[in-house]
């Protein structure tokens, strides 16, 4: 039996996971260090 | 080095920094990926699969790196006391899992149209796996350390010891295929030498570049964090106290 792949959809997935892993990474840690700062920034105030 | 002690002034650094590294890394990365997969020539042999050497050896290589800067952070830590090493120890380590993670998945994913399989239990993946579990390991280590440093506990140097402990890893992995057989190629790319041709050479590298400078910003970030969830700790515990 032969199995027959399309490189192109590899080279995609592969491609989608690193893009999409390392904006989430970004996004996560931006929001988190926004939030966290907004937190002490209020209990400063308080 | 001892300059960068004084939180105050390295959140004064940091708030400059983090953009500076965030935009041009995410420029030359994303734009190496796009030069890879537009004018980079299919491979004689892997054909277009070539192309996830562009994102999976950044991957990779920061993998390795990460747990370098934490190695390197942990002496800092335990030798010179800096108050920051724990904390750029601990901000390295989830960018630092995050990129092991997927260099095993996109490696993974190459494996199976070149190798005929998605995983093989050899030198070079095991230790990689393995390094997976060490910051997985790492991360639960340190997050209970600081609880207990909270809670007026002296476990502070026990993630230090196991992040030092664990670099013994990072060599183990870069020699993992000369000293086993494996399916994995061994280093195509050496101080001063590389056996790749430079139309992929050049995309690589700068994707390399770029990755880094997204770690870089990734870790100044979550070192903000962290700086600013022990700033609110503390206030918190003064204002009980009073």
Same mark, same amino acid.
Request: a positive charge.
């Given at each position: 039996m032969h199995e027959r792949l399309d490189q192109w959809v590899y080279v995609v997935a592969a491609l989608s996971v690193g893009v999409v892993g390392t904006l989430a990474m970004v996004g996560w840690s931006l929001i988190a260090m926004l939030r966290a700062e907004r937190r002490r920034d209020a209990v400063r105030r308080k | 080095m001892h300059g960068f002690a004084n939180p105050a002034r390295f959140l004064r650094m940091a708030r400059w920094l983090l953009p500076t590294l965030l935009v041009p890394g995410m420029l030359l990365s994303f734009g190496a990926l796009a030069w890879g997969i537009a004018y980079a020539p299919p491979d004689h042999l892997m054909g277009v699969t070539v192309k996830i050497l562009i994102i999976h050896v950044p991957c990779v290589w920061l993998g390795m790196a990460g747990w370098s800067t934490i190695a390197i952070s942990s002496i800092v830590e335990l030798v010179w006391r800096h108050p920051l090493a724990g904390i750029a120890a601990r901000a390295a380590a989830v960018p630092g899992a995050v990129f092991t993670a997927l260099g095993l998945i996109t490696g993974s994913i190459w494996a199976r149209?070149? &190798?005929?399989?998605? &995983?093989? &239990?050899d030198g070079r993946l095991t230790s990689f796996l393995v390094l997976l579990f060490l910051y997985f390991g790492y991360i639960a280590l340190a997050d209970a350390a600081q609880k207990d440093a909270a809670g007026g506990?002296?476990?502070?140097r026990i993630p230090a010891i196991f992040g030092l402990v664990g670099a013994i890893n990072i060599p183990i992995i870069n020699r993992s295929v000369v000293w086993w057989n494996s399916l994995h190629q061994p280093a195509s790319i050496t101080l001063g030498k590389s056996s790749i041709d430079p139309t992929y050479l050049w995309p690589l590298l700068i994707g390399a570049l770029g990755f880094s400078l997204v770690f870089g910003a990734v870790v100044i970030a979550r070192m903000r964090m962290l700086l600013a969830d022990i700033q609110t700790e503390a206030r918190l515990r003064r204002k009980a106290l009073n």
């Amino acid at each position: 039996m032969h199995e027959r792949l399309d490189q192109w959809v590899y080279v995609v997935a592969a491609l989608s996971v690193g893009v999409v892993g390392t904006l989430a990474m970004v996004g996560w840690s931006l929001i988190a260090m926004l939030r966290a700062e907004r937190r002490r920034d209020a209990v400063r105030r308080k | 080095m001892h300059g960068f002690a004084n939180p105050a002034r390295f959140l004064r650094m940091a708030r400059w920094l983090l953009p500076t590294l965030l935009v041009p890394g995410m420029l030359l990365s994303f734009g190496a990926l796009a030069w890879g997969i537009a004018y980079a020539p299919p491979d004689h042999l892997m054909g277009v699969t070539v192309k996830i050497l562009i994102i999976h050896v950044p991957c990779v290589w920061l993998g390795m790196a990460g747990w370098s800067t934490i190695a390197i952070s942990s002496i800092v830590e335990l030798v010179w006391r800096h108050p920051l090493a724990g904390i750029a120890a601990r901000a390295a380590a989830v960018p630092g899992a995050v990129f092991t993670a997927l260099g095993l998945i996109t490696g993974s994913i190459w494996a199976r149209p070149t &190798w005929g399989t998605w &995983w093989v &239990w050899d030198g070079r993946l095991t230790s990689f796996l393995v390094l997976l579990f060490l910051y997985f390991g790492y991360i639960a280590l340190a997050d209970a350390a600081q609880k207990d440093a909270a809670g007026g506990g002296g476990a502070g140097r026990i993630p230090a010891i196991f992040g030092l402990v664990g670099a013994i890893n990072i060599p183990i992995i870069n020699r993992s295929v000369v000293w086993w057989n494996s399916l994995h190629q061994p280093a195509s790319i050496t101080l001063g030498k590389s056996s790749i041709d430079p139309t992929y050479l050049w995309p690589l590298l700068i994707g390399a570049l770029g990755f880094s400078l997204v770690f870089g910003a990734v870790v100044i970030a979550r070192m903000r964090m962290l700086l600013a969830d022990i700033q609110t700790e503390a206030r918190l515990r003064r204002k009980a106290l009073n």
